[in-house]
T-cell receptor, first 116, second 107 residues
Framework: GAVVSQHPSWVICKSGTSVKIECRSL??????MFWYRQFPKQSLMLMAT?????????EQGVEKDKFLINHASLTLSTLTVTSAHPEDSSFYIC????????????FGPGTRLLVL | GNSVTQMEGPVTLSEEAFLTINCTYT??????LFWYVQYPGEGLQLLLK?????DKGSNKGFEATYRKETTSFHLEKGSVQVSDSAVYFC??????FGAGTRLTVKP
């Protein structure tokens, strides 16, 4: 099956610093990548949708200047949490949709961010 | 816009009990519907999907039928096992996820 990787798998940073999370589709080209945030009590929130070569579409309430998304190629998207604060601590998950065939989303394993 | 509404948990069942987790959707047209599962300590995995109305998705003993009359995609399993303990998410292609339903199966 399709494989999506995320790096790093976990990160601890100081408040005020920026953190970059990478999402890669390892064996297929992804037309679209999605970024989600999973809160402690299990609800999964779609943050933004990105298509290769174009600006990401952010969901209502998500600060685009806070969560910078770059989708530079058909296999790589990055999420940068800028000037991170403790309330940004969460589990961030990306997913990717295939270029061809029946579309579905393949999820990365997630990145746990802890901001001190 | 497109969205799904999922039965909230947690749900606790005894082994071999029948499981139903409700999911209803609001959408323009008939987009694909999915059920994802997240086992403890792991990432989300696709459990089953249905790409058009009246389709039935099935996997690992779980089933869900895409019903346009009731705009539903309920997840069912006839006899749950302890290993089915996980969080289950209903999802609509490219957009909404349900809030997730935590299932705990006791021996």
């Amino acid at each position: 099956g399709a494989v999506v990787s995320q790096h790093p798998s976990w990160v601890i940073c100081k408040s005020g610093t920026s953190v970059k999370i990478e999402c890669r589709s390892l064996d297929f080209q992804a037309t679209t990548m999605f970024w989600y945030r999973q809160f402690p009590k299990q609800s999964l929130m779609l943050m933004a949708t990105s298509n290769e070569g174009s600006k990401a579409t952010y969901e209502q309430g998500v600060e685009k200047d806070k969560f910078l998304i770059n989708h530079a190629s058909l296999t790589l998207s990055t999420l940068t949490v800028t000037s991170a604060h403790p309330e940004d601590s969460s589990f961030y998950i990306c997913s990717a949709s295939r270029l061809a065939g029946v579309e579905t989303q393949y999820f990365g394993p997630g990145t746990r961010l802890l901001v001190l | 816009g497109n969205s799904v509404t999922q039965m909230e948990g947690p749900v606790t069942l005894s082994e071999e009990a029948f499981l139903t987790i409700n999911c209803t959707y609001t959408a323009t047209g008939y987009p694909s519907l999915f059920w994802y599962v997240q086992y403890p300590g792991e990432g989300l995995q696709l459990l089953l999907k249905a790409t058009k109305a009246d389709d039935k998705g099935s996997n690992k003993g779980f089933e869900a039928t895409y019903r346009k009359e009731t705009t539903s995609f309920h997840l069912e399993k006839g006899s749950v096992q302890v290993s089915d303990s996980a969080v289950y998410f209903c999802a609509l292609k490219g957009s909404g996820f349900g809030a997730g339903t935590r299932l705990t199966v006791k021996p």
